[in-house]
């Protein structure tokens, strides 16, 4: 596996919640940083959270705070991005990312790889 594998998106109402989960490319280590980032249509990518190794440290876009929270498993080489209280703005194709570095990026070009993405529909 050379990038990192998405699941967990869909259709769901306003209000509602989903979890995305994103299989690692490969064993996690203190020098992954993992994000999620999302892309809807007509707009530029952009970072909604990352976490560095162990949960130690974790950033959100203001647009989601308060609603997504996201976690990982290192044992499992698994991250997770928990969306509560869904919006139709939040609709977009989710993306993770794999970072090398030990603390939070928010850059899309300064992680490695990334996944194929998963489709995020929210409806009014």
């Known amino acids: 596996q050379v990038q990192p594998v998405e699941s967990g998106g869909g259709l769901v109402q306003a209000g509602g919640s989903l979890r995305l989960s994103c299989a690692a490319s490969?064993?996690?280590?203190?020098?992954?940083?993992m994000g999620w980032f999302r892309q809807a249509p007509g707009k530029e990518r952009e970072f909604v959270a990352a976490i560095t190794y162990g949960g130690r440290s974790t950033q959100y876009a203001d647009s989601v705070k308060g609603r997504f929270t996201i976690s990982r498993d290192d044992d499992k080489n698994t991250v997770y991005l928990q969306m509560n209280s869904l919006k139709p703005e939040d609709t977009a194709v989710y993306y993770c990312?794999?970072?090398?570095?030990?603390?939070?990026?928010?850059?899309?070009?300064?992680?490695?790889?990334w996944g194929q993405g998963t489709q995020v529909t929210v409806s009014s």
């Open positions: 490969g064993r996690t280590s203190v020098t992954k940083v």
């Open positions: 990312a794999e970072g090398n570095a030990v603390r939070i990026i928010f850059r899309d070009y300064d992680y490695d790889h």
